[in-house]
Structures are given as C-alpha cells and as structure tokens.
C-alpha cells in the first residue's frame, strides 16, 4: 500500500527516534505500531540506508548517520571580532532546509554564546564542533580561556563554584553590566532541548546538576565547553521563550529555579536559602520548583518565605511541585509568620 507524504514522514520519522533509542526489534515495533507490513518498513528503511540517513551496522540494528563539521576561530587573526561571524560562516547553510523557527533559535544561541567568547573568556581559540543527522543538530563550542564559573566566583566574590553555577540558573548575570544584559545564557538555555556548559570541574545543565568531567574533550585543563541540541523538527519559537519569562512590555520579569538542580541533599540551611535569593530583587516573580525535593528544612523555609518575602513584598514568590512533607512545612511557615 503506498501511503500519503505525510503518513511516510510520520513513520520514518518514528522509525528514527527509535533507531536512535537504540529499540530492539525496530522493524517489528514500527510494524506493530502503524499496523503496516514488515516488509513496507523495511522498504523504508532500505532507502534510508541509501539516502545515508542511516547506517546498516548488521541484520536488524541500525544507527544514524552523523555528519562531523569542525572549525578553528582565533583571536589573534580577528576570527573572534564578531559573534555572528560563525553563524553566517558555517552553520547557517547547514539549517538552512530546516524551519525558520529552528534557524532564528541557532542563529540568536550560536551568537549570544560566540559572544561570551569574546567579551568575557580572554580566549586565543575557540573551536566550533557541529554534529547533525536527520532528526537533530548539535553545536559544541570549546575555548581556552578563563573558566565561566571561576569568572563569576571571583567577579562576584562568591563563596564557591557551586554557587556561581546558582546563579546562571536564575538569569541576568553578567560580569560586564555596562555592555550586556546576562540573559544569553538563560534563554538559549530554555530554547535548546539540551544545554550544558562545562568548566572548571563543574557542569551546568537545565537538566541536571553535577559535578565532575563528563565531556571528553581536549581544553588542556582551562577554558569552557558549551553544548547545544536541538530537533530539527521543533516547534518551539524564540518568541514564545521570551514570552514565557516576560512581562507585558517584554522585560525579562520572572525566572524559575529548579532546586534539584541546586543542591545534592534536601535543602535544610539559612545560608541555603540565602544563596536561592541572591539577586531574587531583579525579578517580579520567581518560580521555586521543588519537583525531586522530597523534604526542606524549617530554616531554609522562614529565610525564603517569611524573611525574604516580608523584606520583598513586591516579589511573587510562587512554589510549583512540592511533595507532602514539603508543603507542610511550607505551611508551618506561612501560618507562624
């Protein structure tokens, strides 16, 4: 049975998601799905083999097929005058057949992070990895210069790294106030599926937090990886991003931090709650998310919900996802203040 285009791009692009989860049996299970012949899918799968959309590894197992870009920028050569530069250079003719939504998301992350770069790392090199496939474009961007988190423990004067990497959770934070806004790193966080920067023995996710090199890549001991993902297929615009943290005249008013991501242990602290609110006056509203913190401490509770607010009232302070024991003593607090 020939089916529309559209059904033909359902399935394979089901088919891929699955190849790319490593799914046993993936012939069967899209067979199964669609109610289709195992013989149309493997048809599918034959032309995917010849389009190098994928790679046959042996009978029934299947992997996609990446294509590898890398480039060199130095300072030294004027590569790094202008942070658009490796947008318009390289990686634009490589999304160019994607959405227009998909190329506006490359092309304000790639820059707002070449940016960093160049006014904040002090790097000689920077080196730009892109990785793409039928379903995904990955960027890695690897320089080597000074280490974002030490630069913001030391221009801050922070007690350590942990709390530097607190504070690119929120947003707005800059170590150049006078030519830059800090919200590069926080929006291209929520427009990527995924975003990691990794330096001086610490990891920034929007995912998780953790500590420890997890990235195999040569930055000789010093400078910073970024990591960028994104589907070529995504739906989501940099404007509904912008939108979601905005208020109505489009300034950047409410940040959310995800506390799992924060702390290794149920936070229990003053001084833990202090580091949460640090800066917290720069927002109308922040959204606490307690999703995975199976309990709080009644210190840490008060400092946030009592001292802060009553010194804040013009600040919403709103808690999503609390478990049971959580919003009882989120409750102790409310009632005794």
């Known amino acids: 049975m020939k089916?529309?285009?559209?059904?033909?791009?359902?399935?394979?692009?089901?088919?891929?998601?699955?190849?790319?989860?490593?799914?046993?049996?993936?012939?069967?299970?899209?067979?199964e799905t669609f109610n289709i012949s195992t013989n149309t899918v493997h048809n599918y799968l034959n032309e995917l083999v010849e389009s190098k959309t994928i790679e046959k590894l042996k009978r029934g197992e299947y992997k996609l097929a990446n294509v590898y870009h890398e480039y060199e920028f130095k300072r030294s050569s004027g590569d790094l005058e202008r942070d658009t530069l490796p947008y318009d250079a390289y990686l634009k003719k490589l999304v160019s057949h994607l959405g227009e939504n998909v190329q506006r998301i490359w092309s304000y992350g790639l820059s707002e992070m070449v940016n960093n770069v160049i006014d904040h790392s002090d790097a000689e090199t920077m080196q730009m990895i892109?990785?793409?496939?039928?379903?995904?474009?990955?960027?890695?961007?690897?320089?080597?210069?000074?280490?974002?988190?030490?630069?913001?423990?030391?221009?801050?004067?922070?007690?350590?790294?942990?709390?530097?990497?607190?504070?690119?959770?929120?947003?707005?934070?800059?170590t150049d106030a006078a030519n830059h806004s800090g919200e590069g790193i926080f929006f291209t966080s929520k427009m990527m599926d995924s975003f990691l920067i990794a330096s001086d023995g610490k990891i920034f996710t929007t995912s998780k937090f953790d500590d420890g090199k997890t990235v195999d890549l040569d930055t000789h001991g010093k400078g910073t990886c970024v990591l960028m993902s994104l589907s070529n297929f995504t739906h989501k615009t940099p404007k509904e991003?912008?939108?979601?943290?905005?208020?109505?005249?489009?300034?950047?008013?409410?940040?959310?931090?995800?506390?799992?991501?924060?702390?290794?242990?149920?936070?229990?602290?003053?001084?833990?709650?202090?580091?949460?609110?640090?800066?917290?006056?720069?927002?109308?509203?922040?959204i606490l998310d307690f999703d995975g913190i199976e309990w709080m401490g009644q210190g840490f509770a008060h400092q946030i919900f009592v001292v802060f607010q009553n010194n804040h009232p013009e600040i919403a302070l709103v808690p999503q996802n609390m478990s049971d024991s959580v919003k009882s003593m989120y409750d102790h607090v409310i009632n005794s203040r």
């Not at 089916?3 to 067979?31: D, G, H, N, R």
């Not at 690897?142 to 990497?165: M, P, S, Y």
């Open 3 to 31: 089916y529309s285009a559209e059904k033909k791009q359902t399935i394979i692009l089901y088919m891929l998601e699955k190849i790319a989860k490593k799914t046993p049996s993936v012939s069967k299970v899209v067979a």
């Open 130 to 174: 892109i990785v793409q496939n039928y379903l995904n474009t990955i960027v890695w961007l690897v320089d080597d210069g000074v280490g974002i988190f030490e630069k913001i423990k030391n221009h801050f004067q922070l007690a350590d790294l942990n709390e530097a990497i607190c504070e690119l959770f929120k947003g707005k934070l800059t």
């Open 241 to 286: 991003i912008f939108d979601q943290y905005s208020d109505s005249d489009g300034s950047f008013s409410t940040t959310k931090i995800p506390l799992k991501n924060i702390f290794d242990a149920a936070p229990v602290s003053r001084s833990q709650a202090k580091r949460v609110c640090n800066r917290l006056e720069q927002f109308t509203e922040a």
